[in-house]
Every structure is written in C-alpha cells, then in structure tokens.
C-alpha cells in the first residue's frame, strides 16, 4: 500500500464522519415537522366531524399533546416533540373515527 492510498484510506472515514455530524442535528426538526403537520391535520378532521362532542377524551388528550409538542420543540427538546406529536396524531385519528361512527349512529 502506498502513502496517497494509505492517505485516502485515513482521509475518507474521517471526511464521512464530518458530514454525517453537520446534517445529524437537523434530522430532529425535519422528524417533529413531519409528525406535527400529521398531529395538525388529525385534529382539523376531528374538528370537522364533531369530535369535541363526540369524542372529547380522544379530542382533548390529542390537542394536549399537540400543545406539548410545540413547547418541547421550544426547548429544542425534538425527541420529545416527535412523541408528543405522534401521540397528537394517534388519538386525532382516533376522535375523528369515534366521532364519525357517532354521528352516524345518531343519524347526523
């Protein structure tokens, strides 16, 4: 093996390595605003199909965590925003399916 193999050996990881740890902290944002405009659109179709009568624990508990979700990301907490958000999306579907069954059932 000679030096500029040698060099280039040494010199790629290191370059790899760089690169991977000025883009690795923007993957924190780019994850929680994914999650957040899913956990925003669950609600609104919630709201649109009655879900705070209908189904107000599901309702609630999803805007209470989309809320915690935009005061973690404040704190740059990203991981705990992404699961705030994730939540805020699960039971905004979940509102929103309850609330439609609901309405269906009572003949609305």
Not at 71 to 81: L, P, R
Not at 85 to 92: D, I, L, M, Q, S
């Amino acid at each position: 093996m000679n030096v500029t193999s040698r060099r280039s050996s040494i010199f790629l990881p290191v370059l790899l390595a760089m690169g991977i740890s000025l883009v690795a902290p923007g993957c924190g944002s780019i994850l929680y605003g994914h999650w957040i405009l899913k956990a925003d659109k669950a609600i609104a179709q919630a709201k649109v199909n009655d879900a705070e009568e209908f189904a107000p624990y599901e309702y609630t508990f999803a805007v209470e965590h989309q809320k915690k979700a935009k005061e973690e990301v404040g704190y740059s907490d990203f991981q705990a925003a992404v699961e705030c958000a994730k939540v805020a999306t699960e039971y905004g579907l979940k509102a929103k399916e309850i609330a439609r069954k609901q309405k269906m059932e009572a003949g609305r």
